[in-house]
């Protein structure tokens, strides 16, 4: 799916959001990154994938049901991100198939030498 993020988060909406920018990227590796990540638009989203997130969490947080799941088949956020920065040699710390949004938010916000705030978390806002 593509939107962008002005009319799924803006106003009315009371959506908390943040914007990071990776800095430890070249010109390339972004344009590999989003070359990547558009291979997933048109997919079909991976609720099963979010099911199994849930069980695993359930088991104290193995990543066993998840490994059970094709990622590129039926993709969630986390895995696109988490994917599309594989292929270019980096990481948010968890095995791509492990990463959720908290994991690529504590890795970001704990590597501000790698990642620029762009807008705080807050609401978006006609500033």
């Keep these: ?9 803006g106003p009315p909406k ?3 959001v ?5 800095t430890n990227l070249t010109a390339e590796q972004v344009k590999d990154i989003v070359a990547e990540a558009e291979k997933q638009v048109g997919k079909k989203y991976g609720f099963l994938m979010i099911f ?12 066993f049901f998840r490994r059970m799941i094709p990622g590129n088949k039926y993709p969630i956020f986390s895995w696109v991100v988490a994917d599309a920065f594989a292929k270019v040699g980096k990481d ?3 095995e791509v198939g ?4 908290d994991d ?7 590597n ?3 990642y620029k705030e762009i807008h705080p978390l807050k609401l978006l806002s006609q500033e």
Excluded: C, S
């Design 1 to 9: 799916m593509r939107h962008t993020l002005w009319f799924q988060y």
């Design 14 to 16: 009371k959506d908390l």
């Design 18 to 22: 943040a914007v990071y920018r990776a």
């Design 52 to 63: 199994a997130h849930l069980k695993d969490w359930l088991f104290l947080g193995i990543y």
């Design 92 to 94: 948010f710390g968890v």
């Design 98 to 101: 492990m990463a959720t949004p």
């Design 104 to 110: 690529i938010w504590d890795f970001i916000e704990n």
């Design 112 to 114: 501000p030498d790698k």
